[in-house]
């Protein structure tokens, strides 16, 4: 990834942790708890594509399991996020511009849903048993509901600020300088031209030299 991808990254996922953990934890709702942080990682996925998602996703999640007051296993919800990352990354727009909100929506409510089986799943496996408790179906739904309420105020931000500091003017004036000195030489012929004039230069000046030599050899011959 290049710094600029990696700086906004960074920067938005820090901004969505702290508000993850100090706002939204404490709000008390019902079932789940809006999960800004897997958005964060949905917008950084459809426009930075699969790669990019993953390692997101990945560095989001091993932020979360550290960071107090996480109460599970380090690396289990950056196991999620980097295969949620991935996975969503495989979504993105061909031109990088969403066309209607009905995929990214769709999107959302899979991303969530798949999380929550996919967290609860390495939970189990690691002897975590406490989705079983709250009830992992009213935690699908509320989870769904609640990031599918929250993803429109998100989702688009965050791609809107990608998608602007993927364009580096100092990278796109850079490919261009290179392009016109590349479309100069090619167009002017100086490099093929100069390389073709010198190899006929030696080959007629080998030539020139056989002759030459043909020639004195007949000389001492007569």
């Not at 993850?20 to 958005?39: E, F, K, M, T, Y």
């Not at 609860?120 to 179906?137: C, E, K, Q």
């Amino acid at each position: 990834m290049r710094f600029n991808r990696m700086l906004l990254s960074a920067t938005l996922v820090i901004v969505a942790l702290v508000i993850q953990v100090s706002i939204l934890a404490r709000l008390h709702l019902p079932g789940a708890v809006p999960d800004l942080l897997l958005l964060t990682v949905l917008g950084l996925a459809l426009v930075y594509g699969h790669v990019g998602g993953a390692f997101v996703g990945f560095g989001a999640g091993l932020l979360a399991d550290l960071a107090p007051p996480a109460d599970h296993a380090a690396g289990r919800y950056a196991l999620v996020l980097c295969v949620i990352g991935y996975l969503v990354g495989l979504a993105k727009p061909d031109n990088g511009q969403l066309r209607s909100a009905t995929g990214p929506m769709v999107v959302v409510v899979a991303a969530a849903i798949g999380s929550t089986l996919l967290y609860a799943g390495v939970g189990a496996l690691v002897g975590d048993t406490a989705a079983r408790h709250v009830g992992l179906g009213s935690l699908l739904f509320t989870a769904a509901l609640y990031d599918l309420l929250l993803a429109p105020f998100v989702v688009p931000g965050i791609m809107a600020l990608a998608r602007r500091a993927d364009n580096d003017p100092l990278a796109e004036t850079t490919t261009s300088a290179k392009t016109d000195v590349t479309a100069g030489w090619l167009s002017s012929g100086t490099g093929l031209r100069l390389g073709g004039q010198r190899g006929g230069l030696r080959m007629k000046s080998a030539k020139s030299r056989v002759a030459r030599a043909g020639r004195i050899k007949g000389v001492k011959r007569l």
